[in-house]
């Protein structure tokens, strides 16, 4: 998924989405252990998705605490 979307969703959208990321990183990771993932690549492309998340959602806590402290 390109950044751009993460950045048009909400902080809501991007918590559930960061929860549903990590769910389906947890499933694939199983499967990459039962011999049953039919492409390696889901795994990096899922781990990236989550970090994309996670960077978006610590930078607008940075923002948000900038901003209380200049107030």
Request: charged content about 40%.
């Amino acid at each position: 998924m390109k950044f751009e979307k993460f950045r048009d969703m909400s902080g809501d959208e991007l918590d559930r989405k960061l929860e549903d990321l990590k769910v389906a990183y947890m499933k694939l990771r199983f499967q990459h252990a039962t011999a049953q993932l039919d492409s390696p690549a889901k795994l990096k492309n899922t781990r990236r998705d989550i970090a994309k998340a996670m960077t978006l959602i610590n930078q607008r806590k940075a923002e948000a605490a900038k901003e209380t402290t200049e107030i």
